[in-house]
């Protein structure tokens, strides 16, 4: 498989185990990478491997999004905006909520057949977007939000849903059921 895109990257405020709101888009996709470490943990006996645990407690997602709704950039950084005059106010007591984020990654397999996949984060944390500013030059270059975040696993240890569609609309239709009302992803 090769990835060929990235695109629909939205979010929703965790509300609970399973349960988000409203979708709302973090603006348009450029970039994405996670990391997920396993660890494993070795007690030897008798000169020999005796009992292996690996474990996963968490990983990390990076963001890269043009665009950004001041809104959206407000509520996944735990900023306060003013309704009226759209002035982001932070304060160091701001706390970034939990959320849980989605993304469509399109797909191409050798023998050139596409599908798409969705790809949901059940429970994220993210700190404070890095802008990419610089000043004018020659030519033009365009500035990007890069997020960052911490990926918490559930209770029981689930931490990402993954699921396939040959079509790029029903990716999407699948995508909507994640946010608004309890989610399913399972399903």
């Known amino acids: 498989m090769i990835n060929t895109g990235l695109s629909n990257i939205c979010f929703g405020v965790r509300v609970s185990e399973g349960v988000y709101g409203e979708k709302i888009s973090l603006g348009a996709a450029k970039g994405g990478k996670m990391e997920v470490p396993n660890t494993e943990n070795v007690l030897y006996a008798d000169n020999a491997k005796y009992i292996v645990k690996n474990s996963v407690t968490g990983g990390t997602i990076e963001i890269t999004v043009v665009d950004t709704p001041r809104e959206s950039y407000a509520l996944i950084t735990g900023h306060k905006l003013d309704p009226q005059t759209k002035t982001l106010i932070k304060n160091i007591n701001d706390q970034a909520p939990n959320i849980g984020i989605s993304r469509i990654i399109s797909q191409t397999t050798k023998d050139d057949g596409e599908f798409y996949t969705v790809s949901f984060l059940k429970n994220v944390k993210f700190a404070e977007a890095i802008p990419e500013e610089k000043t ?25 849903v993954i699921r396939d569609f040959d079509k790029l609309e029903d990716a999407i239709a699948y995508q909507e059921t994640l946010f608004g009302t309890p989610a399913n992803p399972a399903a």
Do not use: A, L, Q
């Open 136 to 160: 004018k030059e020659e030519s033009i270059e365009f500035g990007n939000n890069v997020f960052n975040g911490n990926v918490i696993p559930e209770t029981n240890g689930d931490y990402e």
